[in-house]
């Protein structure tokens, strides 16, 4: 029976299987092991995220998730629509730090300024990708309406 080839890291320093320093879809050898490229690769990626402003680190990420739901994306700035609306949510009036698409992307709406509004995290994550119809019924009947009388006062 043979011997299994083994290669050592240049990263990890460790021998492993020849099979797993073998990267990308040719499988072309490399000098590091398949962990230690994963690895490499999510240290950059949060690297570059995290070099960019907050604004265009939201243009990137939301332009590509427009991308992956096949909507319009027009760019706009974070920080402006939050600022316009004094930092406030549009549903409850506490401190936004959520954007939130009224029509949403996964329902066909577009990721344009005009689709979106400040959000505080418990709106904006109930909400989650209902439209404002199909949330507002998970609110279940006003108590004021359903004394009788149909008035709220």
Known sequence: MGALAVK????????KPVDSFLAGKAKKPSSACAPCRRAKQKQHIKGYYARMSPDERHRVTH???????????????RTAILKRWGYA????????THLDHVHPL???????ESNILPACAGCNLSKGAKTLAEWSLTFGPDPALSAGTG???
């Open 8 to 15: 050592v890291c240049r990263l990890c320093g460790r021998g």
């Open 63 to 77: 332009k590509r998730r427009a991308d992956s739901y096949g909507v319009e994306h027009v760019a706009y700035s």
């Open 89 to 96: 949510c549009a549903y409850c009036g506490s401190h936004a």
């Open 106 to 112: 996964s329902k066909g709406g577009a990721d344009v």
């Open 151 to 153: 008035y709220p006062f």
